[in-house]
């Protein structure tokens, strides 16, 4: 009956409002028209006119009608500065209040489905944060003022509680809005728009977000860093933890911008991608890409060509490549950058030091580039399998028979075509219905059936429950449509996944928060939620690449040693990436999967390679460019290429899409012939051709012929 009550008087004033068309009366030429009479009934008729005031303010606001800001620029026009801001701070809290018990106790359905995105992120707010995060809302108005009441009624925050931190949260706002309708009382003239008094209340409402921010950044700040001891002096400006991509950029930039900065790496300078992962395999990936050539010799016209070959030379080579790559990622180098390094394990012991080697290092800030691990999955009987991950394969000297390769993800894919092309007899086994499950369904397909044609044991669907010996010979017992199948191998590879690196370094004793993904939790800043420690590449995500970790790292370090000034959020508009088998996969943007799942509105164009001179000419005519753009729009949403080079060719649309260029701009550019890059303009041909004006066409065509007499 309550709930009724309720909901008809809500509904009353509602349409009371629209259908008596009051919003007229909370409009800015209308408040000015009458200013003279408000005076005047404010001077005759003071009490009254104060209770009219707070109870229609306490209508707008509880019932959640738009004009409470022309409300409030009235109340500092008719009662001045103070009586205003006394007067609306009140009404303005008891209104949100109404309006939080409306949505509370009436409304819930209907708020939630209309504002769920909104009420997820601040339920997510108050969850860890509690009233602060109320009180920073307020402060900074990242969502309209109605919206927080409304949302807020359906957290498990107490009234009390949202009561009293609203008032203090809307007081600064309170201020500048009744102080700017108290400035423009005072206009009598277009002229006066130009005196001081003016002007000030305008900036101030203009700032006010800004100082919101820096108030709740500050308060924020205070509220962790309390607990420990600020140095009066620090050691250096920035200490970075892990000399991978993602702690090299941030090192090398703090550098170049002067700061002082120590750099500390546990292991070996360059990280996993030097050291155990791009580059050990993209050069197996080379070898083995020459093996293959060599063994389909007559697609070239050679009838038949062999090859001798140690696998122990093959992993020389690998090594022998990283050390050529090594003093680009060196003590030495770096230290001519002007870094200080430092090889040892590094500890985190208060927001502003580190321990190391027994030495306590002081900085203003921290950045964290720590990296990721390989996940081991808790299969049963894993322990007693001598596996290898990406951290220890590459110290295989000998070549094994059999591989059991664990994994369908990039690096599982890249590895089990690189040691199947080495003659290694390798089984890839995958629990999903295909590899790559991130690509689209034919870009797994292609690769799929090109790994079986080159004697890839493919193993989908298969579910690894449990190792066991037999006879000394080691087996992985999978479960596939329902039975267990049994796969004998000499040697296992586990390439199922990544986790980024939180343990064993101070982390949990910082109480550096972490996601649900298990890695380090950021904001937009790539700002962990200790204010002086930064987060960038693998350990913290959302992507474990090389260059996204290079990419971070400039946010990281500028942000962290300016961001006193002004900080820069991290910009994940344009991410490419590359599987580095044969052949490539490349993508960047949007593919189907993701258009679909977000709902993002498409149209596909294709352009095949057999089709391409170049492609031919070099017997690499697998794959296509996929492009996908706004329905009739020369928007681009994202690119898959499939084919020799498709990490390079993407490239184009990289740029294309980070500088809003469409498929006309890559059609009207002169591409080299006869050069796999052709592909891209051909690409944007048949968008070209899908798009012409055929009405118009058809009127052309008349006009040829016409011409002809
Ligand atoms: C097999 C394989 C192939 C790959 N291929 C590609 C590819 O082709 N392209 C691509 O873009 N990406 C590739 N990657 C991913 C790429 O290697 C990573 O994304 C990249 O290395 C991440 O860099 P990072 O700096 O975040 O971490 P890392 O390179 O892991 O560096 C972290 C460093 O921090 C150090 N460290 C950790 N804790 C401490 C501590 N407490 N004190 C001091 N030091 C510490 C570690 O020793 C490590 O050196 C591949 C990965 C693998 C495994």
Known sequence: MKKIILISLFAIVVAAYFLFDIGQYFSLEFIKSQQ????????????????????????????????AAILTLLGGAIFGLFTGVILISFASTIGASLAFLVSRFVLRDAIQKRFSDKLNVINKGIEKEGAFYLFALRLVPAFPFFVINLVMGLTNIKLKTFYWVSQLGMLAGTIVFVNAGAQLAQLDSLAGILSPGIIFSFVLLAVLPFIGRAIVNRINSHRILKKYPKPDHFDTNLLVLGAGAAGLVSAYIAA????????????????????????????IIRSAKLLSQIA???????ASASAKFKFSDIMARVHDVISKVEPHDSIERYTKLGVDVINAEARLVSPYAVEVDGKTITARNIVLGTGASPFVPPIEGIENVDYYTSDNLWQMSEKPKTMLILGGGPIGCELTQAFNRLGIKVTQIEMAPRILLREDSEVSELIQNRFIKEGVALKLGHKAKQFI?????????????????????????????????????????????LTDRGTIEVNEYLQTNIPTIYACGDVTGPYQFTHTAAHQAWYAAVNSLFGVFKRFKVDYRVIPWTTFCDPEVARVGLNEIEAKEQGVAYEVTNYGLDDLDRAIADSETLGFVKVLTVPGKDKILGVTIVGDHAGDLIAEYVLAMKYGLGLNKILGTIHIYPTMAEANKYAAGNWKRAHAPEKLLQWVAKFHRWRLG
């Open 36 to 67: 003279e009479s408000f005076n005047t009934y404010y001077q005759q008729h003071t009490f009254l006119s104060l209770v009219f005031y707070f109870v229609v303010y306490v209508i707008v606001t509880g019932a959640s009608l738009p004009g």
């Open 296 to 302: 389909h010799s007559q697609k070239y016209g050679i």
């Open 256 to 283: 170049a911008v002067k700061a002082k900065v120590t750099l500390i790496e546990k292991h070996k300078m360059g990280g996993d991608c030097l050291n155990t992962g791009c580059v050990p395999s993209k050069a």
């Open 469 to 513: 010996k037999r006879k000394k010979k080691d087996i992985l017992i999978a479960e596939f449509e329902g039975s267990d199948v049994e796969i004998a191998f000499d040697s296992l590879v586990v390439a199922v996944g990544r986790s980024a690196n939180t343990s064993g370094y101070g982390l949990e004793e910082l109480g550096v928060n």
